[in-house]
């Protein structure tokens, strides 16, 4: 009887130690993955490539559905992109963290300038965990980019292109932004092909977004061509604003037209009546 008690102790002993390490494991595996995608999300806000681009730029990491930060980004949100079933329209598909990886190696050679990225090295699987800590879902759907190559043939509204402008313009170029502030030299075509990607008129002048890596392009998913016209109608009126202005900067002031009224007028004969008084 007693054996059978020492037995049993025995076996509840092994079974509680072999629980208490096995908690331990999975506590631990937890926090490494959770250090992983801590640092994934320090590289997903860095520019760690040769171009001042980083992740957040292009794509948000929050589900724009339920949440707006007041900016609307050339490229499909990266909430629940660990659980799609394939990327780039179906390029990159599979079971594994390849496709996901490759997705991520696309944009980073592309826009980020960098060499691609071996699976096994710390910074994708940074990457890859961060993405895995901002994807919830167990199942969702791929997201389609429909690239588009000529520029729309319908009117723009100024007013609905500024809001625009604000919202997908100005995330990158502000002060301190991934590019510099716009100087609004460039013909209104040049931006609608800035916008969606395709070579532009050889008219940018010295617009500070022909820069020498390439804008993100916002695909027709992301920006219709009605809302890319309505940017180019507000380029257009912003052209025309500081056109104006500054032909008024270059009007005389009141203090100056005052000034010259108040001069005494030059005579031709000064040297003339001169001579007379003496």
């Not at 959770?34 to 590289?43: D, I």
Request: hydrophobic share 40%; aromatic share 12%; charged share 20%.
């Amino acid at each position: 009887m007693l054996r059978r008690i020492l037995f049993a102790l025995a076996v509840l002993f092994g079974v509680l130690t072999f629980t208490a390490l096995l908690a331990s494991l999975i506590a631990e595996g937890q926090d490494g993955e959770a250090e992983l995608a801590l640092a994934g999300k320090g590289y997903y806000y860095s520019a760690w490539g040769s171009t001042p681009y980083s992740c957040i730029y292009c794509h948000a990491n929050f589900d724009e559905a339920k949440f707006d930060d007041g900016y609307w980004r050339p490229a499909h949100e990266m909430w629940n992109a660990a659980s799609r079933p394939s990327y780039y329209n179906g390029a990159y598909k599979g079971g594994s963290d390849v496709p996901l990886a490759r997705a991520i190696n696309t944009c980073a050679v592309a826009f980020l300038k960098a060499d691609p990225l071996p699976l096994e090295d710390e910074r994708m699987q940074a990457l890859i965990a961060y993405l895995r800590s901002i994807s919830p879902d167990a199942e969702s759907p791929a997201v389609t980019i429909t690239r588009v190559s000529s520029p729309p043939e319908v009117d723009g509204d100024s007013r609905s292109g500024e809001k625009l402008f604000n919202a997908s313009c100005m995330l990158c170029h502000r002060e301190k932004g991934a590019a510099p502030p716009l100087t609004f030299t460039a013909s209104p075509f040049f931006v609608m092909a800035s916008i969606r990607g395709y070579k532009p008129p050889a008219d940018g002048l010295d617009e500070p977004f022909e820069l020498d890596y390439p804008m993100p392009f916002f695909s027709s998913e992301r920006l219709t061509d009605q809302q890319v016209a309505d940017l180019a109608a507000f380029w257009e009126y912003r052209q025309m604003q500081l056109a104006r202005e500054a032909a008024e900067e270059a009007l005389p002031t009141a203090e100056a037209l005052e000034e010259i009224s108040a001069a005494p007028a030059e005579s031709g004969d000064g040297e003339a009546n001169a001579a007379d008084n003496e």
